[in-house]
């Protein structure tokens, strides 16, 4: 059973940082891309960042470049998203979410159950 | 970034009556081995989105044959055959071809 487990969400003050960490298990991680989507608070989905299997092509929302930073460890099954510089609109529950098939342009298949990130002063 | 937008933002439907959702693509969403790079998914309330239609037209594993997916290249379509309760959510498309992937804005399925 594919499980995403993240974790390391809470309140920020605006400019500070957080490290989010997401867990798998259930399936072969390294094989598969993964991503980052967010969700504001009743609104709709935006995808942050993504990594494929070896960590040689990321991709990032205009929204967040040279502030967050995707990274993966295939060795312990984990997904990070270094935030920095946060702002008030990067208030959101961020998932984690796992791509379909590998080498297939961009296919989400399961998520997590996300994580709330709060920016506030 | 491609934009996706999706058509209705909200519909009402009674149980048992046809449903049907459009998502247009700012820009071909065909790969070059043959498929379109077209996902939609269903959000239900206070859960993480879930699969229902991959390439286009596929149905993920589990979800009933009351939903299908059809489209090409830009115009895609999500039709749901007869509409039952547990339906109700809000339902994305989602465009993979082009990085970073992009969602349609949502649209919201309530029971009449």
């Known amino acids: 059973e594919v499980q995403l487990l993240e974790s390391g969400g809470g309140l920020v003050q605006p400019g500070g940082s957080l490290r989010l960490s997401c867990v798998a298990s259930g399936f072969t991680f390294r094989t598969y891309a993964m991503n980052w989507v967010r969700q504001a608070p009743g609104k709709g989905l935006e995808c942050v960042s993504g990594i494929v299997g070896d960590g040689s092509q990321t991709y990032y929302a205009d929204s967040v470049k040279g502030r967050f930073t995707i990274s993966r460890d295939n060795s312990k099954n984990t997904l990070y998203l270094q935030m920095n510089s946060l702002r008030a609109e990067d208030t959101a529950f961020y998932y984690c979410?796992?791509?379909?098939?590998?080498?297939?342009?961009?296919?989400?298949?399961?998520w997590g159950q996300g994580t709330l990130v709060t920016v506030s002063s | 970034d491609n934009v996706m937008t999706q058509s209705p933002l909200s519909l009402a439907v009674a149980p048992g009556e046809p449903a049907s959702i459009s998502c247009r693509s700012s820009?071909?969403?065909?790969?070059?081995?043959?498929?379109?790079?077209m996902d939609w998914y269903l959000q239900k309330p206070g859960q993480p989105p879930q699969l229902l239609i991959y390439w286009g037209s596929n149905r993920a594993s589990g979800v009933p044959d009351r939903f299908s997916g059809s489209g090409s290249g830009t115009d895609f379509t999500l039709r749901i055959s007869r509409v039952e309760a547990e339906d109700v959510g809000i339902y994305y498309c989602m465009q993979g071809l082009q990085s970073p992937p992009t969602f349609g804005q949502g649209t919201r399925l309530e029971i009449k």
């Open positions: 979410a796992k791509d379909r098939v590998p080498d297939a342009a961009w296919n989400i298949d399961f």
């Open positions: 820009q071909s969403l065909l790969h070059s081995r043959g498929y379109n790079c």
